[in-house]
């Protein structure tokens, strides 16, 4: 085999401040045909590497220090702008985390496809459309025709990353950089990109530099493993190397903090019922004047009970229903039938008026941390917003915060800073005080942890169980991640389409599920023929196929 990349002591320094290199005498190679997967949490320095890779490092703030980058045979430190761009896409290319902000939301799909072969030479409209069509069914995207005609906006998460790899892919580069591009999927997506990859890596013979902070994703992919830690790379080995025998303590600790699809035992006494919800129905409807009307049961009569002390993860993919049945209990938005019974008071046709003394009962920790915390406000005012609306003092309040960031493992010196001087899981756990801060019978943590790093994950899941045992409160956890909810969860409901299709002890859910989409969320969860906790592989029943379906 051929190496198609080697990276030899590259530094990074940061232009015009005195700070330690965010990347730092890191060494690897990749070579045709093989995926390497750089894996360490956010700040680890895994995807300046790969902008540098590609040249797309800012140069007004970084700066190459020393070391030396070498992409089939050419120098890319020493290339001029005109070399790197036409490596790019034809070299070498890169797909990015976040499909929506790679892609121009004004332009169809089919022309800025096009646009990577009109810009590396190919003038021929025909040719290009020809080719487009090509890649489209290539990476599995049904009705090519409408696909090529559509907006970003009208596709899916999944389908907008597979326009991307197309986009990456479509000049059959050597080498390919994909910078997180299943963080935010569903488990079933995220399984379909992951083998897209695979397979694409197989027919074209590509180098594939993966970057992920999950070693779930991992176990599935990778042929080699490189683990950085603050700019540094700690460790590198083979997959199943550095997966069962781990040299250092920092690859435990990433190891030993991805979930299994082991559902944990609960041991928890559960107190009264502090939540019942009966045929609780959801529609939305569109259209009018000149338009045809349409309506969509987003939730259909779903039936639950909520006790206090015990925690009720809600499972499903995007389009489940799973959030509007969350915002519909948290009455952030009106049902359309049935009954939400909180605390002896049923609230689902309640006024804003009549509703507002029973909206301290119940809280909400959203996904990102950041858009649900004002940029404007400091800490100690965000967390007493809701006292203080309920007519505690701000002298109170301002000690209730104190208390509430000590509870959230957080030191009560930070709450005079802004949302911006925190790190994700530092703002999610924010977040978790702010909810607390009103004492409600009921939390609802609505994927408050899918775009954390593992290791952080895990700590707020550890927070979210702590607090349940210290408070005695409810929890309704929403996520799409059956690993996750395994971990933490005393039952699990599955959603789709709108309906309850499975629901049960966590044992039971995952242990025996019954029904086939349930089956199949488990079969796509990364990283389910792995058993990390003990650092080995499950046994794999006879005749079962662990390999990674290429034809979803």
């Given at each position: 085999m051929s190496i198609v990349l080697e990276v030899k002591n590259l530094t990074i320094g940061v232009r015009g401040a005195a700070l330690p290199p965010p990347v730092n005498d890191v060494s690897f190679s990749i070579e045709a045909g093989e995926t390497l997967c750089i894996v360490?949490?956010?700040?680890?320095?895994?995807?300046l590497s790969s902008l540098a890779i590609m040249g797309l490092l800012d140069r007004h703030a970084l700066r190459v220090d020393a070391g030396d980058i070498t992409v089939d045979g050419q120098n890319i430190l020493a290339a001029s702008s005109e070399k790197l761009r036409r490596m790019r896409a034809s070299?070498?290319?890169?797909?990015?985390?976040?499909?929506m902000t790679a892609l121009n939301p004004v332009e169809r799909v089919g022309s800025q496809i096009e646009e990577v072969l009109?810009?590396?030479g190919e003038r021929s409209s025909r040719r290009r459309r020809a080719r487009v069509m090509e890649m489209l069914d290539a990476v599995h995207l049904p009705e090519p025709e409408r696909i090529y005609r559509s907006y970003p906006h009208q596709l899916s998460g999944g389908q907008r990353q597979r326009i991307v790899i197309c986009m990456a892919l479509i000049l059959n580069p050597k080498m390919l950089i994909a910078d997180e591009p299943t963080t935010a999927l569903d488990v079933t997506t995220q399984k379909q990109i992951l083998a897209l990859i695979q397979e694409m890596k197989d027919r074209f013979n590509t180098a594939v530099l993966f970057i992920t902070h999950d070693f779930g994703v991992v176990s599935e992919i990778a042929d080699r493993i490189a683990v950085m830690n603050r700019g540094k790379l700690v460790e590198v080995g083979s997959r199943d190397d550095v997966l069962s025998y781990p040299k250092t303590d920092y690859t435990r600790m990433l190891v030993l903090s991805v979930p299994s699809l082991v559902p944990r035992e609960s041991t928890s006494e559960f107190g009264e019922v502090v939540l019942s919800v009966k045929g609780l129905t959801k529609t939305f409807s569109s259209g009018g004047f000149l338009q045809k009307s349409r309506s969509v049961d987003a939730v259909k009569a779903a039936d639950l009970e909520l006790r206090r002390n015990e925690i009720l993860g809600i499972v499903g993919e995007s389009g489940s229903g799973k959030t509007t049945l969350a915002r519909c209990l948290a009455r952030l938005i009106a049902p359309s039938k049935g009954v939400i019974n909180l605390k002896g008071v049923n609230i689902s046709d309640l006024r804003e008026r009549d509703l507002r003394p029973?909206?301290?009962n119940i809280q909400v920790v959203f996904q990102d941390p950041f858009r649900s915390l004002n940029a404007r406000m400091r800490i100690k005012n965000i967390i007493t917003e809701g006292l203080t609306n309920y007519g505690v003092s701000r002298r109170e309040g301002y000690k209730k915060a104190a208390e509430l960031m000590h509870l959230v493992g957080l030191d009560e010196a930070m709450l005079d800073r802004f949302p911006h001087q925190f790190s994700g899981g530092q703002r999610q756990r924010i977040c978790i005080a702010r909810a607390l801060a009103l004492e409600p019978d009921v939390l609802v943590a609505d994927e408050a942890v899918s775009a954390l790093d593992v290791s952080v994950q895990r700590q707020v899941l550890d927070l979210l169980d702590d607090i349940r045992a210290k408070r005695s409160i409810a929890v309704l956890f929403i996520t799409h991640d059956l690993r996750v909810a395994g971990r933490i969860c005393d039952r699990i409901m599955v959603m789709k389409d709108g309906d309850i299709v499975e629901a049960g002890t966590s044992?039971?859910?995952?242990?025996?599920?019954?029904?086939?989409?349930?089956?199949?969320?488990?079969?796509?969860a990364p990283g389910r023929h792995w058993?990390?906790?003990?650092?080995?592989?499950?046994?794999?029943a006879p005749g079962e196929d662990i390999s990674i379906d290429t034809q979803q």
């Open positions: 360490g949490e956010s700040g680890s320095g895994k995807s070299t070498m290319s890169m797909v990015f985390q976040e499909p009109r810009v590396h029973h909206r301290k044992s039971q859910v995952l242990g025996a599920p019954h029904h086939a989409y349930t089956r199949q969320l488990i079969a796509s058993d990390f906790e003990n650092f080995r592989p499950f046994p794999v």
